[in-house]
């Protein structure tokens, strides 16, 4: 494995040097064909970017709000911004007030949603027939499971939404158990991609943490969740959460409590490619809720959640940051863990990394999908994607001493998007990327619209956490 790693480090560190170096802007530098490497263009953007620090607000173009007030929908030009008041209301009430005025917001809702979840169970399906008694039993097992009061919200909302529509039947009408399916895609369907960074205080300018997670999922085939981006706002006293989401959608993604813990959610996968196992599971999604309404530290919130993921249903990384610390929660089943090829840890930035895996900088984390420290299962070696984004981002942390939420922003705005050549940091999958600045306490986020997001993102203030 160490060779291996070496060699390819070797050489993506070459076809860096060239990818990396001036040429004309838009240009393709570089094809890697039998016979060599060939100058022929650039993937890089050569144009002088000016990025700031602060981000633009948006309007408020309509807002919509429940009678009882437990849920307030305020609908910006790029996303929803939504308010659930669970210190008004208890969890069934807040879960049924949201599905009102989503209607209220987005009437079409249900015929917009539907196709979307289709296609994520089909892909699941791998093109097999579709077992729906099968896929019934996964989902409401898996819901059964989840903690009190995150289920009663879950069944309210898909009761409410789904307005006595029953069954896995394509109408254009949300069913309860396709609302309840919908709630659990990333614990029952999968899958993403993803890649994360957070940079500690010697190495900002600020002095203060900053840390980026860049969310790749599938959009869906009309890129119908990029028109429904959502920053969900949880309140709940000294429990309140700042989801950034999708409307309808109450699991976490990435998310921060209001002391500042980031969680992030990055796929990772068996490389034996082990059965699926339902029975017995827990949904990791809303196990990142229960830590983040309960730990006021990055370090009890990983810890919590690496001690519970032998009962996940995939493997997976967390990134999980807060003022102080960074950390990757690399979190192994306990069928995976049983194999020997992986166990579950909670990597610092002083873990010692699998052999051959390199990363300079000893104040700074990075994630993307695989486990990174030593002994544990190696996804770097079977997936260059993998391995292409780390050695990117170990280059571009090396070649700054200090960065502001402006440079940061800057490392999504170096390659051109729209191509299937090279592997990409910021690429064609990514639905959002979210920066977060612990000296202020802002929320920076870049939302992809339509089919591409852009080769410099756009990012938005969405308030403080």
């Known amino acids: 494995m160490s060779r291996s790693i070496s060699k390819k480090i070797i050489c993506l560190s070459l076809v860096l040097c060239v990818l990396l170096s001036p040429c004309g802007c838009g240009k393709k530098e570089n094809e890697i064909h039998s016979e060599g490497m060939k ?119 898909a009761e409410t939404l789904s307005n006595g529509e029953e069954g896995y039947v394509e109408n254009e009408k949300l069913s309860y158990i396709e609302v309840l399916t919908g709630q659990i895609i990333a614990d029952a369907l999968r899958p993403t991609a993803c890649s994360a960074l957070s940079l500690g205080g010697s190495k900002t300018k600020s002095g203060e943490r900053i840390s980026l997670r860049n969310l790749e999922w599938n959009s869906g085939s009309e890129y119908q969740m990029t028109d429904i981006h959502a920053v969900v706002h949880m309140k709940k006293g000294d429990r309140s959460i700042t989801a950034i989401s999708m409307l309808g959608i ?13 969680i992030a959610i990055l796929d990772v996968g068996s490389v034996e490619e082990l059965p699926f196992v339902y029975e017995g599971k827990k949904c990791y999604t809303f196990e990142i809720r229960y830590a983040l309404e309960n730990f006021s530290t990055a370090k009890e919130a990983g810890e919590f959640l690496v001690g519970e993921s032998g009962d996940f249903t995939w493997c997976n990384n967390l990134l999980c940051s807060d003022a102080r610390d960074a950390f990757c929660c690399e979190n192994a089943t306990g069928e995976v863990a049983a194999t020997g090829k992986a166990h579950s840890v909670l990597r610092t930035v002083d873990s010692e990394l699998m052999e051959g895996l390199t990363w300079d900088d000893p104040d700074s984390l990075c994630i993307v999908n695989s486990f990174a420290t030593k002994g544990n299962q190696d996804s770097f070696t079977v997936n260059e994607f993998n391995l292409t984004r780390f050695v990117k981002y170990n280059k571009w942390v090396s070649e700054k001493d200090k960065f502001s939420v402006a440079d940061v922003k800057g490392l999504m705005a170096r390659e051109v ?49």
């Open 250 to 262: 109450l699991d976490m993604i990435t998310a921060i409590n209001d002391d500042g813990v980031m």
């Open 39 to 157: 100058k022929v263009g650039s993937y890089n953007i050569e144009e002088k970017v000016e990025l700031t620090d602060e981000s633009e607000k948006e309007e408020v173009l309509e807002s919509f709000s429940s009678e009882d007030g437990l849920c307030v929908i305020d609908k910006y030009p790029t996303y929803y911004d939504i308010t659930l008041d669970y210190e008004k209301g208890k969890p069934e009430e807040v879960g049924a007030a949201y599905a009102k005025v989503i209607l209220q917001a987005m009437p079409q809702y249900g015929e917009f949603f539907e196709p979307y979840l289709y296609e994520n169970i089909r892909h699941a399906f791998g093109g097999r027939d579709i077992n729906y008694e099968a896929l019934e039993a996964r989902v409401t097992t898996l819901i059964a499971s989840l903690p009190d009061e995150y289920r009663t919200e879950v069944e309210s909302f």
């Open 417 to 465: 998007v729209d191509q299937y050549e090279v592997s990409n940091v910021h690429n064609s999958g990514t639905i959002h990327t979210v920066i977060v600045d612990y000296a202020t306490g802002n929320i920076h986020v870049s939302f992809t619209k339509g089919a591409y997001t852009e080769d410099i993102p756009e990012f938005l203030d969405v308030g403080k956490y």
